[in-house]
């Protein structure tokens, strides 16, 4: 079973940063795209930042020049990197990935989400 676990939320001032971490596990083959997405109360899900198994990096424009997103390979894990923080960054923040795994002795490829980390920014 595959399985997506966030860390790193928490509550900041505005103005200040926090980083996110989403490790997967499981029976993994490889893992193609991963992103993060967030979703603030009464709102829809939005996408913040991608980026595809060979590095390359795509931003919600609201984000660019404040929010970094990286990935370890080696490690199954994706990263956000948050600065500059603001009050309209407040939300839940998911994990996202496409993964190739085995099941039952077959291959296949899903999307896989995490179960959510809350950011908070406040003073």
């Known amino acids: 079973q595959v399985q997506l676990v966030e860390s790193g939320g928490g509550k900041v001032q505005p103005g200040g940063s926090l980083r996110l971490s989403c490790a997967a596990s499981?029976?993994?083959?490889?893992?193609?795209?991963m992103g993060w997405y967030r979703q603030a109360p009464g709102q829809e899900r939005e996408l913040v930042a991608t980026?595809?198994?060979?590095?390359?990096?795509n931003y919600a424009d609201s984000v660019k020049g404040r929010f970094t997103i990286s990935r370890d390979n080696a490690n199954n894990t994706v990263y956000l990197q948050m600065n500059s923080l603001n009050p309209e960054d407040m939300a839940v923040y998911y994990c996202?990935?496409?993964?190739?795994?085995?099941?039952?002795?077959?291959?296949?490829?899903?999307?896989?989400w995490g179960q959510g980390t809350q950011v908070t920014v406040s003073s």
């Open positions: 980026i595809t198994s060979g590095g390359s990096t």
């Open positions: 996202k990935a496409n993964i190739n795994h085995w099941r039952l002795g077959r291959q296949y490829t899903n999307v896989y």
């Open positions: 499981g029976s993994i083959l490889s893992i193609n795209s």
